[in-house]
């Protein structure tokens, strides 16, 4: 079992006991942004310390749940890092397209420049729609499935 936190939402789980009514194939457009103002740690300044720095700390959540949404392997990965501040060597901004064997396309777009914090998911198919907020606010073709208070 994969133990990304994202998982266990109730928002989260909805949705992946709603995707299949959508139809094949997705197309998944996440955006994950929070504003940094400063390296929490001294690891972070370093890009070889922190691998990157966006990337590394965030892509995993988008990477994960697009995974665990689509279920179908990955063939080819796209991706396009940049720096928009100078507080630290590695990227604050990333985006990336991943193509699915079943025709699928995910994009992911992680910020570490937000002014305002964001964490929304479309999920797009033939038979619908399905929108993710904050992992715990759930609509289905503008229906409200599940509507959790974010703490």
């Known amino acids: 079992m994969v133990g990304q936190c994202r998982r266990f939402f109730d928002g989260a789980k909805a949705t ?3 995707v299949e009514q959508l139809g094949r194939p997705l197309a998944i457009d996440h955006y994950l942004g929070v504003y940094v103002q400063e390296a929490a740690t ?9 691998g990157g720095l966006a990337v590394g700390l965030n ?7 697009m995974l665990w949404l689509i279920d179908s392997r990955p ?3 796209y991706a396009r890092t940049m720096r928009l501040r100078d507080k630290w060597e590695g990227e604050d901004e990333a985006f990336f397209i991943v193509d699915f064997e ?11 420049n ?10 797009n198919g033939p038979a619908g729609a399905l929108h993710l907020l904050d992992d715990r606010t ?9 509507r959790e208070e974010v703490t």
């Not at 079943?102 to 570490?112: A, F, M, N, R, T």
């Not at 937000?114 to 999920?123: C, D, H, L, Q, T």
């Open 102 to 112: 079943d025709g699928s396309v995910g994009s992911g777009h992680i910020s570490l």
């Open 138 to 146: 759930l609509t289905h073709n503008g229906n409200d499935v599940v």
């Open 59 to 65: 892509g995993p959540h988008v990477v994960d749940t």
């Open 114 to 123: 937000a002014s305002a914090p964001v964490n929304s998911r479309w999920i």
């Open 75 to 77: 063939v080819r990965v």
């Open 16 to 18: 992946r006991d709603l």
């Open 42 to 50: 001294g690891w972070w300044r370093s890009a070889s310390a922190a």
